[in-house]
Each structure stands twice: as structure tokens, then as C-alpha cells.
């Protein structure tokens, strides 16, 4: 019996704590992994403040990957990421992107443009501790195809 209060007690301690979303603080570079007609593989490397004062886990998680011209497919974490409490960390993560059919043209496109909009829009499934939650994301950023290019030599 003491056992369940302490289990409803533990749980009640973390529901009544604040969240604050952590804060990007800078974008370290992106390597290029395999590239195919339906998959494209990389992995991004960031630095990001975690203010609270416990860790936070990103689960893997799918978002829909899109521009101003439709959707390009669909972007998978393939690892667990973890954030250290009140610290900054530089997260490493594996990713790929699910290509849509006959899209491999429409990116080559892209490659004659100096910026293009991209938009990542789903769920992204996080945590804390063993209590896990599904939080909406929808994010834009503008990008140089330029600075993808896998071919590139710095």
C-alpha cells in the first residue's frame, strides 16, 4: 500500500513541475550519409540549453518534410536523443528522410536556388524520467542547398 502512495505521490511531484523548452543555441554542420532515389541519410549536429533541471529524452519520432513547392517525404530521428539538465549539450543525431516518389528531380532544382523554406510539421514524442508525452512541432527554416551538397569540399 505504501508503495502505490509513494508511486501517485512521485507522479503528482512531476506533473505540478514546470516545463521550459529548451533553447537552440548553434548549428555545428551536418554530415551527408547515403543518398538514393527513395532515402537520403545524414546526420546534424547541434548545440542546444536544456533549462530545466532534469534530463529530457527525444524519443525517435517522424515529421513530414515540405516546401513551398509540396512535400519532399518524411524526416525519422533514428536514435534516442538525451539533453543533461541545465547544461548545453551537442547533440549528434542520426537522422534520413523517406523520399516521395519522383521528388529527386524537383530537389535537383533546388540546387540553382540560393535559399529554400523548408517546414517540418508532427509529433515529436519526448520525455522525462519514465513519463513520456507526444508534443506538436511545426518548424521553418530557410537553407542554402549549397551547404548540402555532399560533394562539397570546405
Same mark, same amino acid.
Given at each position: 500500500?505504501?508503495?502505490?502512495?509513494?508511486?501517485?505521490?512521485?507522479?503528482?511531484?512531476?506533473?505540478?513541475?514546470?516545463?521550459?523548452? +529548451?533553447?537552440?543555441?548553434?548549428? &555545428?554542420?551536418?554530415?551527408?550519409? =547515403? *543518398?538514393?532515389?527513395?532515402?537520403?541519410?545524414?546526420? %546534424? /549536429?547541434?548545440?542546444?540549453?536544456?533549462?530545466?533541471?532534469?534530463?529530457?529524452?527525444?524519443?525517435?519520432?517522424?515529421?513530414?518534410?515540405?516546401?513551398?513547392?509540396?512535400?519532399?517525404?518524411?524526416?525519422?530521428?533514428?536514435?534516442?536523443?538525451?539533453?543533461?539538465?541545465?547544461?548545453?549539450?551537442?547533440?549528434?543525431? +542520426?537522422?534520413?528522410?523517406?523520399? &516521395?516518389?519522383?521528388?529527386?528531380? =524537383? *530537389?535537383?532544382?533546388?540546387?540553382?536556388?540560393?535559399? %529554400? /523554406?523548408?517546414?517540418?510539421?508532427?509529433?515529436?514524442?519526448?520525455?522525462?524520467?519514465?513519463?513520456?508525452?507526444?508534443?506538436?512541432?511545426?518548424?521553418?527554416?530557410?537553407?542554402?542547398?549549397?551547404?548540402?551538397?555532399?560533394?562539397?569540399?570546405?
Amino acid at each position: 500500500m505504501r508503495s502505490i502512495i509513494y508511486f501517485f505521490g512521485g507522479i503528482f511531484i512531476l506533473s505540478a513541475c514546470t516545463f521550459q523548452q +529548451p533553447a537552440f543555441k548553434s548549428y &555545428e554542420g551536418v554530415e551527408m550519409g =547515403k *543518398m538514393d532515389v527513395s532515402k537520403v541519410s545524414f546526420t %546534424v /549536429k547541434v548545440k542546444i540549453h536544456n533549462p530545466n533541471w532534469y534530463a529530457l529524452k527525444v524519443k525517435p519520432s517522424s515529421l513530414d518534410v515540405s516546401t513551398s513547392d509540396g512535400k519532399l517525404g518524411t524526416l525519422h530521428l533514428d536514435e534516442k536523443i538525451k539533453m543533461k539538465g541545465h547544461k548545453e549539450t551537442l547533440i549528434v543525431a +542520426p537522422m534520413h528522410v523517406d523520399l &516521395e516518389k519522383g521528388i529527386l528531380m =524537383k *530537389m535537383m532544382s533546388f540546387g540553382f536556388k540560393d535559399s %529554400v /523554406k523548408i517546414n517540418l510539421k508532427g509529433d515529436v514524442r519526448g520525455g522525462v524520467f519514465f513519463i513520456s508525452k507526444k508534443i506538436p512541432m511545426e518548424f521553418s527554416k530557410s537553407i542554402s542547398p549549397k551547404d548540402l551538397n555532399p560533394f562539397k569540399r570546405n
